[in-house]
């Protein structure tokens, strides 16, 4: 069995440090070994978004990342966007829209509109859905997350 590494980053604004196995993915590290099960295990593969987090600014799949790779990285998970419990304008559009059916690509979803809005302030109807292409949704059809991504108000 391998030994274990120490893990030192920055997670919703707080530093942590964990011991984790060489191979062991960062979806895995954040769910069970910081307790952050916001983010959330779809394919596995990369290709459906629901693991999506902010990895110093940068939208990544956290499924396909060796958490060993975040040494000394910023990260943000869907629970780092809500301010002393309150949630955050594009969260508080999602629930204004119900761009959330079942809730599970809600986070991927959310943190991919985060990034888009921070690359484009007043994106287009085309450019969300190029901005939102990484994630899929199996229930609302998107119509509703378009919305909430272009109804958000700070």
Do not use: W
Not at 6 to 11: A, H, M, R
Not at 24 to 48: F, I
Not at 55 to 74: F, I, T, Y
Not at 120 to 148: F, M, Q, W
């Amino acid at each position: 069995m391998d030994s274990k590494l120490q893990l030192d980053l920055t997670v919703n604004g707080e530093r942590r440090s964990v011991a984790v196995y060489p191979m062991a993915r960062l979806l895995d590290v954040l769910r069970e070994d910081l307790g952050l099960p916001g983010t959330k295990e779809g394919c596995g593969e990369g290709e459906c978004g629901a693991c999506s987090v902010l990895m110093d600014g940068q939208l990544v799949n956290s499924c396909l990342v060796p958490a060993v790779q975040a040494q000394g990285a910023e990260l943000v998970t869907i629970e780092g966007l809500a301010l002393g419990g309150e949630l955050n304008p594009l969260q508080r559009a999602f629930v204004a829209c119900n761009g959330a059916q079942c809730g599970f690509c809600t986070p991927g979803m959310v943190l991919a509109s985060v990034d888009l809005l921070r690359r484009c302030a007043h994106p287009s109807e085309a450019e969300i859905r190029e901005g939102l292409a990484g994630n899929i949704c199996r229930c609302t059809g998107y119509v509703k997350i378009v919305d909430a991504v272009q109804g958000v108000r700070p």
